[in-house]
């Protein structure tokens, strides 16, 4: 009888077994091998998967907001909505009192005004007024309210009023433990995102459009937020100027659009792009008793009945205005988003620091609060985002919405703001 030599390993006794006896054993072993290898792995993949899920739910970031304009309180609310934010760093170069003393008007257009209820802004209890689904209120009395709902949010907010965000404070991010978000919304004028190291340049869209503005303090009056009054198909006689043009030539007039509170009133006048001789007039003559007219007759023909007319002395003294027609371009920063990985921080550029109009249409904060809409997704791909793949895919995401941002804005943002009713 042929037979061989087994070892049994759990008494690690030798006896003889015959062969078949024998590929049995070695089969049952190979079975348990498998099986405790698929076993290992099992344990490895839930264990891996248990730990990424608890790791996913509690990966959280720290975000700093650079401006407390409208567009950076907004940021606040909406990063500590998040879910994915640990802490929120605010700050504001200027103090509370000069910040909610903010005199000028802003204009909320339907859209914004859901995206702000959403994140609970409650317009009905805010000094203001609506018309045709748009919110108007004095900018400091909407920056008190967002401060206000910041205070009381469950996310703590360090609020650094007469803060202004400088070179030490870059080294203060840095040395900020885990990932962290810089929102520059640091205003048309700031500063910051130079500091932080992006670039300065901005891309000039065409509007295809032209336009000129005028603006009037009239310190007697309070300061009371009003509806905005929309005109179009304006054409003017410059007769009286010395200009031979002839009025109607088929070509679309002006839209005339007066805004603001009762006493900064601001006008507006856009013609889409035409070789009109009206236009042309308007374009190359510069002849500021002419625009001062312009802008007085708009004024005092289209106010609302409310309103005290201007006389022409006020208008003399007083009213600041474009003295020829310029092209109306959006501008828009070129870099709006970067990632330096050293100190493991993103940063992006929002509000007027991002992109604005190179003139007053009267919903401007609009234009600025636009890039909010995606901010809660951001930060929710940043803060999970591990591998650089991760990491670049949540960059271009955000630059690309930049980018429709600003294609949509140009299309339709004049449209909708100035050119229609
Ligand atoms: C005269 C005027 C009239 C307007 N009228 C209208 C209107 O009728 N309707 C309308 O919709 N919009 C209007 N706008 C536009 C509107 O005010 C802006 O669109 C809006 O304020 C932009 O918000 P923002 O937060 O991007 O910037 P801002 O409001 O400019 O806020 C930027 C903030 O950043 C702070 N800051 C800057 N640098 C630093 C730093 N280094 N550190 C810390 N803080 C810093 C500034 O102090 C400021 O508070 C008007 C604007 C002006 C100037």
Redesign the pocket.
């Known amino acids: 009888m042929s037979g061989s030599l087994c070892v049994n390993m759990s008494t690690g006794m030798k006896m003889k077994c015959d062969s078949q006896e024998y590929a049995s054993m070695q089969s049952s072993l190979a079975v348990q091998h498998i099986l405790l290898t698929v076993l290992m792995v099992t344990g490895f993949l839930c264990t891996k998967t248990i730990y990424d899920k608890i790791r996913r739910r509690h990966a959280r970031i720290t975000v700093v907001v ?7 309180l907004t940021a606040v609310v909406v990063a500590a909505r998040s879910g994915r934010v640990a802490r929120v760093v605010l ?4 103090c509370r009192n000069a ?1 909610v003393n903010k005199q ?4 909320f257009d339907a859209k914004t005004v859901a995206f702000l209820q959403k994140l609970g802004v409650d317009f009905d209890n805010m000094e203001g007024c609506w018309d045709k689904s748009c919110f108007f209120t004095r ?1 400091g009395i909407f920056q008190e309210y967002l401060l206000s709902v910041i205070y009381r949010l469950s996310v703590p907010v360090d609020i650094r009023l007469g803060c ?3 070179q030490e404070s870059i080294k203060e991010t840095e040395n900020m433990p885990g990932r962290c978000l810089i929102v520059a ?4 004028n ?3 995102v130079r500091l932080l190291g992006l670039s300065d340049e901005f891309e000039q869209h065409s509007c295809n459009a032209y336009g000129a503005v005028a603006a009037l303090e009239r310190m007697d009056q309070p300061q009371v937020p009003l509806p905005e009054r929309r005109v179009q198909n304006l054409h003017f006689d410059l007769a009286a100027y010395g200009s031979d043009v002839v009025e109607v030539d088929g070509h679309q007039g002006f839209s005339l659009k007066i ?2 509170s009762s006493r900064n009133r ?1 006008m507006s006048l856009v013609i889409p792009k035409s070789e009109s001789p009206l236009v042309k007039t308007l374009r190359v003559v510069l002849d500021r008793s002419m625009m001062r007219n312009i802008f007085l007759k708009c004024f005092n023909t289209y106010k609302s009945a409310t309103d005290n007319t201007i006389s022409d002395s006020l208008a003399l003294k007083h009213m600041k205005f474009s003295p020829r027609l310029f092209e109306i371009k959006l501008l828009q920063r070129v870099e709006t988003v970067t990632y330096y990985q050293e100190s493991d921080t993103f940063v992006i550029i929002e ?3 991002a992109r604005c109009y190179n003139i ?1 249409t ?5 234009v ?1 609060l636009n890039g909010l809409m995606v901010l809660s997704t951001f930060i929710s791909n940043i803060t999970l985002a591990r591998s650089e793949h991760a990491i670049n895919k949540a960059l271009m995401f955000k630059s690309k919405q930049s980018e429709q941002l600003c294609k949509e804005i140009v299309q339709n943002g004049l449209h909708n703001y100035m050119l229609s009713n």
Not at 104 to 107: K, M, R, S, Y
Not at 185 to 188: H, Q, V
Request: charged share 15%; aromatic share 10%.
């Open positions: 650079i401006g407390a304009g409208p567009v950076g700050y504001e170069e200027v910040l000028h008007q802003i204009a900018i202004k965000f400088g919304c640091d205003g048309a700031g500063q910051a805004f603001g601001y509000g007027e620091s007053q009267g919903l401007d904060v609009n600025g």
